[in-house]
């Protein structure tokens, strides 16, 4: 039987539930009630041919509290003159959410709602588009809308996330919820308190104006003969970005190396930096506009993140060459070769032709699908004849 059963009903106004709909009338003046519900319904051939079932049918719907039947009149050549149903209704929202088991979840909800009219009514739209996900916070509600209402009176505050002072909040409840919490004070700030150029998770600090961990650079000089530190020749340092861009070495070369073993093991050159590669991001590093004095050579694998990450360090400073990245390398190194899972895919403008044509054939897949060759995997050998030959320049 094909015709609409309570439960077919029931399932219309779940989902209507599950987008959300039910909970988002509560910021409407329109009623949604009295529903008329969908169904379907006999023809008249099966009034006809099955009419013990359709009346049977008939009789189900009508004692299926809160379904309200409108009947119309059918003349049946047998039966005579018989009441069926037309159409189905519910007539209130109360009905509708207790045959659903919901009418405690619209109450909390209607609490959460309130509560945030008077505590925070920017923030009310957000609750409007997504009320289930709010429902679902009910308990941590009222600590994010402290939160909220702590940066408003705070803005840009110059402060760690550590020394916010709400009562009952610490700083990994803020870093847990910070995509939800950038959702909510870009509603409730004003767009001059809102960095919009810093975008996810990660930029949560920077675009709310808080203090962040500083980020660090990991320097080895070649050249002992230069110092970092009074007394200590070619050490392994961490620097902040701030005091690395406020170095004055008498280098004339650096080299970014991406794995840390290459960046370990790399000998003493005169006048050489080695640095740690960061993958993507080079923001800490492009605040040394000293750097633009001296001759930098990245080392990457060759696969096409590697060539991304050039590409992208290209945009702060655009002398940069590769090293070691190059189709000899590569063909010289086939036993070790592996397969990149998900390869980039974009054009990349920054590349010299030579590496331009490399990225493209392994983009492309023109010399074995996936094919990536790792750093640490190169012959030491083969690593030392070509440093040999960038220090005799």
């Known amino acids: 039987m094909s015709w609409s059963a309570p439960q077919d009903f029931k399932a219309q106004l779940l989902r209507l539930w599950e987008r959300g709909e039910l909970l988002r009338d509560l910021f409407s003046e329109e009623a ?6 969908t169904a379907r319904v006999p023809t008249s051939a099966e009034i006809t041919d099955r009419f013990e079932a359709v009346r049977n049918w008939a009789a189900t719907l009508a004692t299926t509290p809160p379904l309200r039947v409108e009947w119309q009149e059918v003349r049946h050549r047998v039966h005579g003159l018989q ?4 159409c189905v209704w519910i007539d209130s929202a109360d009905e509708a959410l207790g045959w659903l088991g919901k009418r405690r979840e619209r109450d909390r909800f209607a609490d959460l709602l309130a ?3 008077v505590q925070c009514a920017a923030v009310v739209p957000w609750l409007e588009k997504r009320p289930l996900q709010a429902l679902a916070l009910a308990d941590e509600w009222p600590k994010l809308l402290a939160v909220v209402n702590w940066v408003t009176a705070h803005p840009r505050p110059g402060v760690y996330l550590r020394q916010v002072d709400v009562p009952g909040v610490h700083s990994k409840f803020i870093e847990a919820h910070r995509a939800l919490l950038a959702e909510l004070l870009d509603l409730a700030l004003s767009p001059d308190c809102v960095d919009a150029s810093k975008t996810g998770v990660a930029q949560f600090a920077a675009r709310y104006g808080f203090r962040d961990k500083p980020l660090r650079i990991r320097l080895r000089l070649l050249d002992p003969t230069i110092r970092v530190f009074a007394g200590l020749a070619g050490p392994d340092v961490t620097l902040d970005a701030d005091s690395f861009s406020r170095l004055a070495l008498e280098v004339s070369r650096v080299i970014i190396a991406e794995n840390e073993t290459n960046f370990l093991v790399l000998p003493e050159m005169p006048g050489t930096l080695a640095i740690f590669g960061a993958g993507y991001g080079w923001d800490a590093l492009s605040r ?16 096409t993140h590697g060539f991304a990450i050039l590409d992208q360090l290209r945009g702060h400073f655009t002398h940069v060459r590769s090293f070691l990245m190059d189709r000899d390398t590569l063909e010289a190194h086939a036993v070790f070769w592996g397969r990149e899972e998900s390869p980039q895919r974009a054009d990349l ?5 030579d590496e331009c044509d490399l990225y493209n054939a392994l983009r ?7 094919l990536r060759l790792e750093q640490e ?10 440093l040999e030959r960038l220090s005799r320049g």
């Open 115 to 117: 509560v945030t009219r």
């Open 288 to 303: 040394a506009r000293w750097l633009t004095q001296c001759s930098i050579h990245y080392w990457g694998d060759i696969d």
């Open 349 to 353: 403008h920054r590349l010299t032709p």
């Open 377 to 386: 995997y190169l012959g030491f050998g083969w690593v030392r004849e070509r």
């Open 32 to 37: 949604r009630f009295p529903l008329r519900l």
């Open 83 to 86: 009441r069926l149903p037309a």
């Open 364 to 370: 492309d897949n023109r010399i074995r699908e996936g």
